[in-house]
């Protein structure tokens, strides 16, 4: 069992930053990936950005540039930078293992125009 635990969303200002975290902890392996999803109202969930246990990043097209992705062990962040209202969706921290997926409960972000 992954417990998945997300911090730092909010409400800003267009333009502003945030910078998000997640823990994981429980049966962490120690070769897995780690990343972000978004899902806007009224949206499908997207991918923002993921990383591996190695430090290999993946980012959406869309979003390189402003959104940067880090790890420290089992802990994730993401940094983003200039952020605009469409950026405004509630954020998944996600493990990834072998096929496997865990889930956090999601941390809302807000930006006002």
């Known amino acids: 069992q992954v417990q998945l635990v997300e911090s730092g969303g909010g409400l800003v200002q267009a333009g502003g930053s945030l910078r998000l975290s997640c823990a994981a902890s429980?049966?962490?392996?120690?070769?897995?990936?780690m990343g972000w999803h978004r899902q806007a109202p009224g949206k499908q969930r997207e991918l923002v950005a993921v990383i591996t246990s190695g430090g290999i990043t993946n980012y959406a097209d869309s979003l390189k540039g402003r959104f940067t992705i880090s790890r420290d062990k089992n802990t994730v962040y993401l940094q983003m930078n200039t952020l605009k209202p469409e950026d405004t969706a509630v954020y998944y921290c996600g493990l990834f293992h072998r096929g496997t997926s865990s889930w956090g409960p999601g941390t809302p972000v807000t930006v006002s125009s």
């Open positions: 429980g049966s962490v392996f120690s070769i897995n990936g």
